[in-house]
């Protein structure tokens, strides 16, 4: 018998979103596989928050379908909006109250008694760094401690999918990586994370996997690695003094290439220093974003993931 795929967390097909004239997405397509991370790369106005709205029912779709853990989110909004959750660019937290009476407000608000309540903010407030913190008014809470304070909400009742809209935005690196951290952690115990960023390291060092929008489609997907090497190989670079680059020799990053590099250098007669450059996830978001990239139909290539 032949192999039984498992249902993805989130299906989308063909799907388009127009305001007024101006056409959002175009005929997207994309798969977002069970306990992964899925980060969402594109340019300013490329759809990435329309293509969340539309997954989290907040916006409904002109043409296509979706389905969110198996369920239609045009046909039964209702029922996805009770298997995920979502934190959206800014915090949706209440500055007046405590970390504790956020959490416990809102997990009254799902149905637990008090009791309850309160025990489930005693045990978000533990998993997310911020028992410390239980106590004081959110307005003191740094950046930092304020989306993790947002994570921990969306986890009142725990989601089959969590969404999120360029969570890091405005925080400082080490909050970035703090709050990488957790992401990950939520991700290894089960759940579906799909994220939308404009930091290109964040999806290089979190996601399992990245998609880049463009054009209201997605022009690529794959790993972070797959898509560097999809534009090229490593690169030796000769420079000057004053890092000026004087001549760049392509190489496939072996010993016997790189060996073959250095002697095209060493042949020229020019001095300088010489390091290898490898592409990177800003080399693949500028190769696919280009303005004058071709629009339409894409070629073959463009459709198949990048393994």
Do not use: C
């Not at 005693?122 to 307005?139: I, M, N, P, Q, S």
């Not at 809470?141 to 921990?152: C, E, K, Q």
């Not at 930091?199 to 690529?220: C, N, P, S």
């Amino acid at each position: 018998m032949p192999e039984t795929l498992p249902e993805p967390a989130i299906d989308v097909r063909g799907l388009r979103k127009a305001f007024g004239r101006h056409t959002v997405l175009d005929g997207l397509d994309l798969t977002v596989r069970r306990g992964e991370i899925l980060a969402l790369l594109g340019p300013n106005g490329a759809g990435k928050t329309t293509t969340i709205n539309i997954l989290t029912t907040l916006v409904r779709p002109d043409a296509g379908t979706a389905t969110v853990a198996g369920v239609d989110v045009a046909r039964h909004p209702d029922a996805v909006k009770q298997r995920i959750s979502l934190t959206g660019q800014a915090a949706a937290v209440d500055d007046g109250l405590t970390g504790t009476e956020n959490v416990a407000m809102l997990a009254r608000l799902s149905g637990l008694s008090a009791r309850a309540a309160r025990g489930r903010a005693a045990e978000l407030l533990a998993r997310f760094d911020l028992t410390h913190a239980a106590g004081r008014r959110v307005g003191a809470y740094s950046g930092g401690m304020r989306r993790r304070l947002d994570l921990a909400l969306s986890f009142v009742v725990t989601p089959e999918i969590l969404f999120l809209d360029e969570p890091t935005t405005g925080l400082d690196t080490r909050s970035r990586r703090e709050l990488w951290n957790v992401i990950r952690s939520l991700a290894d115990a089960g759940t579906t994370v799909f994220l939308t960023t404009q930091y290109l390291e964040e999806a290089d060092q979190l996601a399992d996997r990245i998609a880049v929008l463009d054009g209201g489609r997605v022009v690529a997907i794959g790993t972070a690695s797959s898509l560097k090497a999809r534009i090229g190989g490593d690169t030796v670079e000769l420079r000057d003094a004053h890092g000026a680059l004087v001549r760049e020799v392509p190489t496939d990053g072996t010993v016997s290439g790189l060996r073959r590099a250095l002697d095209q250098l060493d042949e020229s007669g020019a001095e300088g220093v010489v390091s290898l450059r490898r592409p990177t996830l800003d080399d693949v978001f500028l190769a696919l974003t280009s303005s004058d990239r071709p629009r339409g139909p894409r070629a073959d290539a463009d459709l198949k993931e990048i393994a």
